[in-house]
């Protein structure tokens, strides 16, 4: 069994659209992140949540909006899509903060 | 905000040679861990580094952390096209819990 599984794998999308990418972990960490990776490959770390506390990276536009139904779930919202958002968007998970990241297997987002 | 360098940004090996990749922090930091990223997949955890001047090896891959904690690398030692991927440190800081990522070192592998 996938240990975190996000869908869809790829997006591709008009600009201006509203769209959703899904995660979920079933390892029963208590901590879920949203990264994203650029065409460069840098990897950017977006949100970070667990059940007490959202934590979000100034630098991102509130377009961008986490979701958490359960702590099994993270969820990312995106309104208004632009040309810059095309990239790699990876979920991953950890029980604590200060050990390793479980990666899904990512989204590639592609706004035309 | 943390700053993470990590050098070189690519680097082209003859199979059989050795592979170096350099992290450095600015500030002191409370771990630093390593990630391998395959082409079209994704980060997955190597290992983590938390002691000063810490060594850890794990088959023809060699960990180290700086005496200061400031700076660490990642040694493979004749590499092998498997090898072929992006190398990411990832540094925690001492307080919050945003784990920084390096921009990563793309190795590439020549057979």
């Known amino acids: 069994d996938t240990a975190v599984s996000q869908t869809p794998k790829y997006l591709v999308t008009q600009m201006g659209n509203d769209k959703s990418i899904k995660c979920e972990q079933n390892?029963?960490?208590?901590?879920m992140y949203w990264y994203k990776q650029d065409s460069k490959k840098f990897l950017k770390i977006m949100f970070s949540?667990?059940?007490?506390?959202?934590?979000i990276n100034e630098t991102v536009p509130n377009r961008f909006s986490p979701k958490s139904p359960d702590k099994a779930h993270l969820n990312l919202h995106i309104n208004s899509l632009e040309l810059g958002d095309s990239a790699v968007y990876f979920c991953?998970?950890?029980?604590?903060?200060?050990?390793?990241?479980?990666f899904g297997a990512g989204t590639r987002l592609s706004v035309l | 905000g943390q700053q993470v360098m990590q050098i070189p940004q690519y680097q082209h090996v003859q199979e059989g040679e050795d592979f170096t990749t350099y992290c450095n922090s600015s500030t002191t930091l409370s771990n630093i861990q390593w990630y391998k990223q395959r082409p079209g997949g994704h980060p997955v955890f190597l290992i983590q580094?938390?002691?000063?001047?810490e060594v850890k090896k794990q088959k023809r891959l060699t960990f180290q952390f700086g005496e200061a904690k400031k700076n660490s690398s990642l040694h493979i030692t004749a590499t092998q096209t498997t090898d072929v991927g992006t190398y990411f440190c990832a540094a925690g800081g001492n307080a919050g819990n945003m784990l920084t990522f390096g921009g990563g070192t793309r190795l590439m592998v020549k057979p």
């Open positions: 991953a998970s950890s029980q604590g903060v200060r050990v390793e990241r479980y």
């Open positions: 949540y667990n059940n007490k506390e959202l934590i």
């Open positions: 580094l938390v002691k000063s001047g």
């Open positions: 390892l029963g960490h208590d901590t």
